[in-house]
């Protein structure tokens, strides 16, 4: 069992940067390929950015490429979002999930963790 929390969610204004966390719990965290979704308000989820257990491989939505960035520290059982140059199109719910085959994929339904989100805010 894993538990996924994230933080670091709020207001950012377009063209400044925010980071995001998800704090893992357990000690296999190492083991997990990490990703992060999002939703914004009459939208289904999608997929924003993954990467594999060991962070050599990331895999980003095309729509964020270039300018969110994910990575991970193993040592501190936590994976990140730096989102800069946010958009007010970037505006939604941020969900990171786990998948315990490790690896960096695009799949909701692969994943088998999921937190309960933190909220962006970028005006326009």
């Known amino acids: 069992q894993v538990q996924l929390v994230e933080s670091g969610g709020g207001l950012v204004q377009a063209g400044g940067s925010l980071r995001l966390s998800c704090a893992a719990s357990?000690?296999?965290?190492?083991?997990?390929?990490m990703g992060w979704f999002r939703q914004a308000p009459g939208k289904e989820r999608e997929f924003v950015a993954a990467i594999s257990r060991s962070g050599g491989r990331t895999y980003y939505a095309d729509s964020v490429k270039g300018r969110f960035t994910i990575s991970r520290d193993n040592a501190k059982n936590t994976v990140y979002l730096q989102m800069n140059s946010p958009k007010p199109e970037d505006t939604a719910v941020y969900y990171c999930s786990a998948d315990h085959l490790g690896r960096a994929i695009d799949a909701q339904r692969e994943y088998d963790y999921w937190g309960q989100g933190t909220q962006v805010t970028v005006p326009s």
């Open positions: 357990g000690r296999t965290f190492s083991a997990y390929g």
